[in-house]
């Protein structure tokens, strides 16, 4: 599995370009500057086939709708968080930014379904709690998880923007993440790779927050 990380515009956003040996691949939270994202995807040789969302916080969609028109690949997110991606303009003004063309959703992922990029096997875990409908994305034959904004390398995502729970979040972290192998990669909307098993035993709000 090739994995490229590609950290992006003012929120530091992590997008990850990912592949199988054949060079199908897929973008995982394409956030912000379409055109270096292009540029590191030429520099692979990866075949584009789908965007995949984890969840629609502007700072993880806001190059979507360049790269479908680049690719002109479906784009694939949960149900719930489809209507939190139709306020891209809001949440702009919000941050005080300009925002364009709000991109179309092809197709919703459900909780569970297995994900095929080429040879990849992206199963999609619910993990709620930092935004409606968040996913994050293990690829068990790699030992993998893209982990969205649900779990960082000691930290967690924030819960005060709208859609936001602590109880739900740290559910969703207990119930799909911290059960998966000590030794699985976790890669993140933000911020450096940790594993699982140095969240279990260091992660300060898993600790403090009553799951462990």
Known sequence: MIVEMVTVGPFQENCYIIGDQSGTGALIDPGDE???????????????????????????????AQLVDEYLCPVLMHEEAEAMMKTLPQQAIMMGMRFGRVPAVNRHITDYETLEVGGIRLRSLYTPGHAPGHLAFYAEEEGIVFSGDALFAGSVGRVDLPGGSMDLLMRSISEKLLPLPDVTRVLSGHGPETNIGRERQTNPFLRGGGVL
């Open 34 to 64: 379409a055109a270096r994202i292009a540029l590191n995807v030429e520099r692979t040789g990866i075949e584009i086939t789908k965007i995949i969302v984890t969840h629609a916080h502007i700072d993880h969609v806001g190059a979507i």
